[in-house]
């Protein structure tokens, strides 16, 4: 598995690239999927007048992608990462679309705030990926509010470059799309893939509670969550 440090600058040296590749395709419909299923029909309830709007954290927003989307719903959005260039594209894309985000550089598993400050803290993408994967759902889990949601995406242990090859040419993908998912593919192979045990017990250990685990993209890919327990 990769040094932390070595995925960091990865990501600072192709941040325009990384921009560019998730801002369309199928995973930008994946995206939007894993915000329709799991985020936003909770955000409704805190809509104006209804207590006020729904806070998220974006753990690993990189770009932004996400986090505008969920502003643009209607979501008070906090978005951090650890990459300087990522975030500087975040801001100048939110400029852009005159979206409001706050955006903040740190670490996924030592996040500067304080407890039970979100409605719902996300990660898309992120958990496989980072070393310290287990203090990054803990600490997501912290910030959120008894009652409130931590959901990830992830790739599911079935998840390899032949499957997505398969799945890629059964959906009629372009070259560039499929050649995406491949690479997607492939960097997942040197770090994480999940069973549903293992993504239950990883996030029954940050204490969270009424799992459901939600398989997308033939099966390759996990939408995850759980709730932080309300205090008794």
């Not at 709007?53 to 986090?67: E, I, S, Y």
């Not at 079935?158 to 890629?168: H, K, L, N």
């Amino acid at each position: 598995m990769f040094r932390d440090p070595f995925k960091w600058l990865l990501f600072e040296l192709g941040a325009g690239y990384y921009a560019r590749k998730l801002a369309a395709g199928p995973e930008a419909d994946l995206r939007r999927g894993f915000l329709e299923s799991l985020v936003l029909p909770a955000a409704q309830a805190h809509a104006p007048g209804n207590g006020g709007p729904f806070r998220v954290l974006d753990v690993g927003c990189g770009p932004g992608h996400v986090a505008r989307a969920l502003a643009q719903h209607g979501c008070d959005v906090t978005g951090v990462d650890r990459s300087l260039r990522l975030l500087r594209i975040a801001r100048k894309s939110a400029a852009r679309q005159n979206i409001r985000l706050r955006l903040e550089r740190a670490p996924t598993h030592d996040l500067p705030f304080g407890d039970a400050t979100f409605d719902c803290s996300l990660a898309t993408g992120v958990i496989y990926w980072v070393e310290h994967h287990e203090k990054t759902l803990r600490e997501m889990a912290r910030v959120t509010r008894p009652g409130g949601m931590v959901v990830s995406l992830d790739p599911h242990a079935s998840m390899s470059v032949p499957r997505m090859q398969a799945y890629s040419a059964e959906s009629s993908l372009t070259r560039r799309d499929a050649r995406k998912l491949s690479r997607w593919a492939t960097v997942a192979s040197f770090n994480r893939r999940f069973t549903e045990a293992e993504l239950r017990r990883l996030f029954e250990s940050a204490g969270l509670v009424d799992l459901v685990f939600e398989k997308r993209l033939n099966g390759m890919v996990w939408f995850s969550k759980g709730v932080v327990p309300t205090r008794t």
